[in-house]
C-alpha cells in the first residue's frame, strides 16, 4: 500500500466515522495492564525521544515509569486503550518534546487536555483534589501537575473515564474506525488533525503489547 493510498484509506474512515453519531453499549473489559518497555515507548515514539530530559522535554527513560504508573492506576487494561492514550500523548507532545501548548500555556500536552477538561479531572479524583488544595488558588493546574509528575495522569483518566469516553474506549480494538470514533466524540482534537492521529495511533499499537 502506498503512502496515497494508506491517507485517502484513513480519510474514507474519517468521513464515515464523522458521520455516525451513536454507539451501542460496550460491557467493560477486566483485568490486570501490561505495562509498556522502554523499546516498546520508543518504537511508539518512532525513534525520536528526545535524547534527555531537559527543560519541556522528557526522554523516554524518564517518561516510562510515570506512563506506566498512569496506565496501571486509571486501569488500561486493552492494547487498544493503551495505544490510544500513548498515541494521542505522543500526539500532543511532539513525542516529548513540549509540555505546555504552544498556544494556550494553561493547557497541557502530555496530560492531553485544556483547562476546563482538567478542573474535571481534578474533580473526579480525590488524591488530585487534596494535592491542588495545596497550592495558591491562581496556580495553574497543568503546572502542578508537571511539579509533581503527574503530567501524564489526566490522559489516561480521561481515556476511559472522560465524558463520553468509556463506551468509545470499551470498543477500542486497534482498528483506525474504533480509534476514530473514540478520537472524534471522546477527545475531538479537530477533524483537520484525524488522518495524523489516526496514523500514530497504528503505530502505537503495532509498537505494543
Known sequence: ?????????IFALVIASVAF???????PQTGTPILLTIDELKAAANGTCPPQTSGELISCEDALPYINDAINKYNLVTRGQRAAYIATMLFESGNLKYNHNLVHANQGTRSMLPQVSLEKFVSANADIQTLVAT??????????????????????WWTVSGPNCPNRAAALDGTINSFLQWEIDCINGGVETLVERAAVFGVVYQSIH
Open 21 to 27: 453519531t451513536s454507539a451501542a453499549p460496550v460491557p
Open 135 to 156: 497550592y495558591p488558588a491562581d496556580t495553574l493546574l497543568v503546572d502542578i501537575l508537571i511539579n509533581n509528575h503527574l503530567d501524564f495522569s489526566p490522559g489516561a
Open 1 to 9: 500500500m502506498t503512502r496515497f493510498t494508506s491517507f485517502m484509506t
